[in-house]
């Protein structure tokens, strides 16, 4: 530790701080444009000058790392004169046009300048003329000349990111930051840099010219369109959702976001929302519609119990909307039926559950077929970031029907065949503690075979699983046996850490769970089943669209079928909209106050920015009205903290699963194309007129180059796919990334609807190609 | 004038460029002695008794930046700094483009020093042929045994890359060179680490001037203390000076340092042309600030001319007589710092940008009295408060100039034109 002296208060920092950090640790504000702690420092913008006594010149307080004993002043004649002449330099080829700036109000050249700068400028000369509102993509404009070349952006992108399509062109006072050779910015993290942006210089398309800062309501809101939960700012003018921003969160993230999230949030505003009530197929009153639903309640209530009707919650609800159904549907209604819209069979029971600091901490990750780039984004990113740290090695491994391997982030991934990935982590398991009872309890009915699969990269597997001391497996739960395996492997790693990290939705599951609902795929499962077997009368989905996500559509057809009274709520009218009796618009996040809990099992708060649109209503408003109708008392309980006193903001411990499940070796298909699904942000069939091309890019299948080429087809083409349960046809592109054999689907994609069929082999067929200009 | 040179030796032998041609004037003979007679520790202590200093500008000693690199096994690389780009120098112009083969052979020897196997020379992109020059001798000195595998049965192996820079000045700071030479953008990096520690593609490095590495093959052959009996005790041994301006006889000059500044111009470089007038001198190339004539007789050492109020720098003494504008001269070399900065650093980039159009106003007799205040001020705000030196380098003929010459100044501001009716040229297209 070194001790040094900031303004004449004492501070004992590691050696290697910079002085700025060191200076923030007591709260002096040191200004700076071109330092950003996730990049390191640059010492480009020369704003953060302060005096070191000692030292003959101004040193800069972001490159400067402290010494023993060093004494330091961050004011001063001479460093006041320090920064009013860079302030000065600045804004010499600034064009003041704060005015029409969007950034106008929230801008560090704007504040730096009011509180360090000079109160006139001497320049007199002409200003040099650069780009204003260029392209760098279709939703990132650039104004190069406002641009105080900090290059945050360009770093970002290229360190950071690994994606560098950022650069600087030119040199001197007319160096611009651009696109690599004018070719627009693809990555889906290049909507950072608008955050990252000090001055007016990046801004978000979709908000150009929309709002000033103090005609917004910018609220403190979390991300719900995966389940990693980003921390945002979402800003409201006029009743509308305008913009998204990332929000850093001291210690715990840097309030990056993936532009699926901070350019999606107009969904809440697509045309295809729903913002009236229907009632048998037609849009109808909300008062009428809420009355009729009110009194089919009543007579079922009445003439079979509360047990005959079912609750699924799904969709993008806050955990206390679900505690409100909860209690309503528990003591009004008076049913247990009560389940979560899952699109994956998989689960992680809470004891096993990790976070994004154990993902911190780990010496090893293992990802069990989830590609985070795709499912969960901002994840992909602290992944990159935890691999950089070169002072603590990491291993990074994966076990997945397709090759998780990335120019970004390199993966050392055992390639299996589409439903055995349990198998194959049991075969490394049987390897690293074969003896372990639980191991043995697991393996009981003859897993652990890992037939196809190379026996080194197993071996290598069963290594990590035994040397890791930190070990964190990310997950998508496609394979639900993978859940016992992790159980056994936690028991099995005891002194050990061992923590899961899921990556399916719904995005809030673990929040339903928490409100009272059951998460587990079987209890779904159940209850649609019984439905089917016409032991439910009434079926309600909360937010959730089962025929879009349940992976057995007949499944949900028969059951759609079969009950008299169905029922929905929620943004969007769901699939099968001919089956429903009744659908009530819900409220959007944004729209209401509440918690959501991540894939860490945390618990973040989101404060709502707007109203909800036309007749839509929160959760409460219908439930009050329909206790009304059954005559029941409820009041809505304002005050239920899904908070747990010992555990702050993660939902409470439990401990590790004791019943080890025993597992069995797959039947693994002969040769032939595997169907493979998987969750993927771009392709969850939330819709998004900003991101629509993106999102069309997105929805469609994947194949290998090898089948394509033996299928005929160059890069885009349109495919016949058979299997037992029935006949698809998909949209398909190559995908460099992809081992043979395999055609990947995204999950919850109406225009393609995989849960038609079931995962294994498929017969293939072209049925065109499509030229691609 | 009649001299024994030594870095310029061999200047008036036609084809001294071709590999039998300087052999046969005892070319690669240092090599020989140094992979014969001494182990590299005993290279580099050769070199630190001799006292070399850095002859790029900056003066650091040679042996003492040698001696830093770290003993940690890593792969160690020299590169060469060929990106001869201060305005009056041109010394390292005349060494590769007519002599290259004793760079190479003092590069060799050099890299024998600090076990180094692979060297980089980065050329200045304007200077074709110097790179035609060296990327020729350098294939020659691999057909004669010089380079590659096992040099001289010496076991010492060694492969030299010739470069050659996109036409970027910033790409002479040492920092900036390797980025450009790792195929980045040419901007200076943060030191620490300095590049002994982490240089090109992060390994151990040094980086040298041209000059530099040309004196060690005469240091090996004759040793230090012949070095040593040149110069001062602390800027001992010889000093290659690029004159320029209207002397009767411009051009470059080996000197023993030390030499007085007057013996330079007047024997050295035939003192001025008939009928001119001494107004002042840039010892050390563009980045310097200027000397007065009663400076004339200050000996060419870095101490004695820093104690004179500038520095030797690269040795490019630029003569300016008195039909020179001081205000055009100040415009001109500061609006070349503005072409040539990176962009990098705020005061340097916005800095030079606005100095240069002062200046043109100024010249242009568009100028006011607060103008010599705002040039005076810009230019503290950019002293010490850059990235790089070059920010430095801009102020520092400006400043001088400005000390020494402030009725030239003003008068351009009271008589609203220049009083020796120079033109600020070309400034539709600048």
New interface residues.
């Given amino acids: 530790m070194i001790r040094l002296t900031i303004d004449g208060q004492e501070i004992e920092v590691r050696e290697g701080t910079m002085i700025a950090d060191a200076a923030a640790r007591l709260g002096i504000d040191i200004p700076v444009y071109c330092y950003h702690e996730a990049l390191g420092?640059?010492?480009?913008?020369?704003?953060c000058?302060v005096q070191v006594e000692k030292m003959?010149?101004?040193a800069t307080a972001c490159?400067t790392a402290v010494a023993e004993g060093m004494v330091v002043h961050t004011t001063g004649p001479q460093v006041d004169?320090?920064r009013?002449?860079?302030l000065?330099?600045?804004l010499?080829?600034h064009p003041l046009d704060c005015p029409v700036c969007d950034k106008g109000g929230e801008c560090f050249l704007q504040d730096y300048t009011f509180r360090y700068g000079p109160p006139q400028g001497?320049?007199q000369?002409?200003k040099?003329q650069k780009v204003k509102d260029g392209p760098i993509s279709d939703l990132i404009l650039i104004d190069q000349e406002r641009c105080?070349?900090c290059?945050r952006c360009v770093r970002f992108m290229d360190e950071y990111v690994g994606e560098p399509e950022l650069?600087?062109e030119?040199?001197?006072?007319?160096?611009v930051v651009t696109t690599v050779e004018g070719r627009p910015a693809q990555s889906q993290f290049a909507g950072n840099v608008i955050d990252l942006c000090p001055v007016g210089a990046l801004l978000a398309a979709p908000y150009h010219h929309k709002a000033r800062p103090w005609n917004i309501e910018r609220e403190e809101s979390v991300c719900t369109l995966c389940p990693v939960g980003c921390t945002t700012l979402t800003t409201g003018r006029d009743g509308r959702i305008v913009r998204v921003e990332g929000r850093p969160v001291v210690d715990r993230n840097w309030g990056w976001l993936c532009d699926r999230g901070r350019f999606g949030f107009d969904f809440a505003t697509h045309p295809s929302r729903l913002v009236n009530s229907r009632l048998h197929g037609r849009e109808e009153a909300a008062a009428r519609t809420t009355r009729e639903i009110g009194q089919w309640l009543r007579e079922v209530v009445a003439q079979e119990g509360g047990e005959a009707i079912a609750v699924v919650m799904g969709g993008l609800h806050t955990t206390e909307e679900a505690h409100q159904v909860y209690r309503f549907a528990t003591e009004v209604l008076g049913t247990r039926r009560l389940v979560v819209s899952r699109d994956v069979p998989g689960y992680v029971p809470r004891g096993l559950n990790g976070t994004f600091e154990d993902l911190s901490a780990a010496d090893a990750v293992i990802l069990v077929g989830t590609d985070p780039y795709e499912s969960a984004p901002v994840l992909h990113l602290r992944l990159r970031e935890r691999l950089k740290n070169r002072r603590a090695p990491l291993t990074l491994m994966g076990v997945a029907p397709r090759n998780l391997s990335r120019s970004t982030l390199p993966v050392e991934t055992l390639v299996t065949h589409v439903g055995q990935e349990a198998d194959v982590l049991a075969a490394a398991l049987k390897e690293a503690a074969g003896d372990h009872p639980a191991v043995a309890a697991l393996l009981s009915q003859g897993a652990g075979i890992a037939r196809g699969i190379d026996p080194t990269q197993v071996s290598q597997l069963s290594r990590v699983l035994r040397e890791a001391e930190r070990l964190v497996v990310v997950w998508d739960g496609v394979e639900p046996d993978v859940e016992h395996v992790l159980a056994a492997l936690a028991q099995a790693r005891q002194g050990q850490t061992t923590r899961v990290l899921p990556t399916f939705g719904p995005s809030n599951w673990r929040g339903f769970e928490r409100a009272g609902f059951d998460a587990r795929f079987d209890a779904l499962t159940r209850v649609l089943e019984d439905a089917r077997d016409g032991k439910i009368r009434m079926l309600i989905l909360w937010g959730a669209d089962l025929l879009k996500d349940y992976p057995d559509r007949r499944l949900v057809e028969q059951a759609y079928e079969r009950v008299e009274w169905l029922l929905a709520e929620g943004v969007f009218v769901p699939e099968g909209a001919e089956h429903f009796d009744a659908v009530v618009p819900g409220a959007a996040p944004g729209e209401v106050y509440g918690t959501y809990v991540n894939m860490e099992a945390r618990l973040q708060i989101a404060s709502p920015s707007v109203n909800p649109p036309g007749q839509a209503r929160p959760t409460k408003s219908y439930l009050t009205a329909w206790a009304h109708a059954l005559g029941k008392p409820f009041v809505v309980d304002e005050e239920w903290d899904p908070y747990d006193d010992a555990s702050g903001d993660l939902l409470p411990e439990e401990p590790l699963p004791q019943d080890i499940e025993a597992i069995r070796a797959p039947d693994l298909p002969e040769g032939g194309v595997e169907l493979l699904v998987s969750a993927q942000v771009w392709a969850n069939g939330i819709p998004s007129q900003i991101l629509e091309a993106r999102l069309e890019a997105a929805q469609i299948a994947r194949i290998s180059p090898l089948d394509a080429d033996a299928l005929g087809i160059r890069e885009v083409g349109v495919i016949r796919v058979e299997s037992a349960e029935g006949v698809l046809e998909l949209p398909v592109r190559v995908d460099e990334h992809l081992t043979p054999g395999r055609l990947l689907v995204p999950l919850g994609v109406g225009a393609l609807p995989v849960n038609r069929l079931r995962p294994g082999v498929v017969k293939v067929q072209r049925l065109e190609e499509v030229q691609t200009p | 004038m009649s001299q024994t040179y030594y870095l310029l030796r061999h200047r008036e032998v036609p084809e001294i460029g071709q590999i039998a041609v300087y052999r046969a004037h005892g070319g690669y003979e240092a090599l020989r002695k140094a992979l014969s007679q001494y182990q590299p520790e005993e290279l580099v202590d050769l070199v630190k008794r001799s006292g070399l200093r850095g002859r790029g500008g900056a003066g650091f000693p040679t042996g003492v930046k040698w001696g830093f690199l770290p003993k940690d096994g890593r792969p160690r690389y020299l590169v060469v700094n060929s990106d001869e780009a201060e305005p009056g120098t041109f010394k390292d112009r005349e060494l590769i483009e007519h002599n290259p083969h004793q760079l190479i052979e003092g590069m060799i020897i050099s890299s024998y020093a600090i076990r180094a196997n692979e060297a980089y020379i980065y050329c200045r992109g304007e200077f074709l042929k110097g790179y035609e020059e060296l990327s020729r001798a350098v294939q020659e000195a691999y057909q004669a045994g010089f380079l590659g595998e096992n040099i001289l049965d010496s076991g010492f192996s060694l492969d030299i890359f010739v470069y050659r820079g996109a036409g970027?000045y910033?790409c002479g700071e040492e920092s900036a060179l390797l980025e450009s030479l790792e195929g980045r953008?040419g901007n200076p990096r943060?030191k620490p680490p300095f590049p002994a520690v982490a240089g090109l593609y992060g390994m151990p490095t040094i980086v040298n001037n041209v000059e530099t590495i040309a004196n060690v093959p005469p240091i090996v052959t004759y040793g230090a203390e012949w070095y040593t009996s040149m110069g001062t005790e602390k800027s001992p041994g010889l000093k290659i000076m690029s004159v320029s301006g209207p002397v009767n006889r411009p051009g470059n000059y080996e000197i023993p340092l030390a030499t007085p500044l007057r013996q330079l111009i007047e024997d050295y470089a035939g003192g001025l042309k008939e009928g001119r007038r001494l107004k002042c001198i840039i010892p050390g190339g563009s980045s310097v600030p200027l000397l007065t004539p009663d400076k004339l007789d200050t000996p060419l050492d870095y101490e004695s001319i820093l104690q004179a109020g500038s520095m030797l720098g690269s040795g490019g003494c630029i003569v300016l007589d008195e039909s020179v504008c001081i205000v055009k001269a100040s415009h001109r070399l500061v609006k070349f710092y503005?072409?040539?900065?990176?962009?990098?650093?705020?005061?340097c980039?916005?800095?030079?940008?606005?100095m240069a159009?002062?200046l043109e106003?100024l010249e242009m007799g568009l100028g006011t009295q607060?103008d010599l205040a705002?040039l005076t001020d810009?230019a503290?705000?950019i002293n010490?408060?850059?990235?790089c030196p070059l920010g430095d380098a801009s102020i520092g003929f400006l400043v001088s100039a400005i000390n020494h010459f402030r009725d030239e100044f003003e008068a351009h501001v009271r008589e609203g034109r220049c009083p020796l009716g120079a033109k600020v040229y070309d400034t539709a297209n600048y």
């Fill in positions: 420092p640059l010492g480009a913008c020369r704003m000058l003959p010149k101004l490159t004169k320090g009013k002449g860079v000065e330099f600045l010499i080829n001497r320049f000369e002409p040099i105080v070349l290059q650069l600087l030119g040199r001197g006072v007319e160096t | 970027a910033i953008r943060l503005r072409e040539e900065s990176c962009g990098k650093c705020t005061p980039r916005e800095g030079t940008y606005w159009d002062v106003r607060d705002i810009v503290d705000n010490g408060k850059c990235f």
